[in-house]
């Protein structure tokens, strides 16, 4: 599964693939950062290919963690 992070920056928020040296993108507001992701990157996650996304608070504690498709997410099979 390719995971991505969603981290605070000097100059706003960025998402970037795990191990990649560049952002996938850049917003100035965390709200837009996930927005932009699920519009740009998460609608090309599919049940053979899903992809997730950590999402982490300003002091790089991870705040929460998605899975997409939400199908795809092995938490729900936990029951």
Do not use: C, N
Request: no cysteine.
């Amino acid at each position: 599964m390719k995971t991505y992070h969603l981290t605070k920056t000097d100059k706003g928020w960025e998402v970037r693939a795990e191990g990649a040296d560049r952002a996938t993108l850049t917003s100035t507001t965390k709200a837009e950062a996930l927005q932009k992701f699920r519009e740009t990157v998460a609608h090309k996650a599919t049940q053979e290919r899903p992809m997730s996304l950590r999402i982490h608070k300003t002091d790089g504690k991870i705040q929460e963690e998605r899975t997409y498709p939400r199908s795809a997410d092995p938490k729900a099979s936990k029951g």
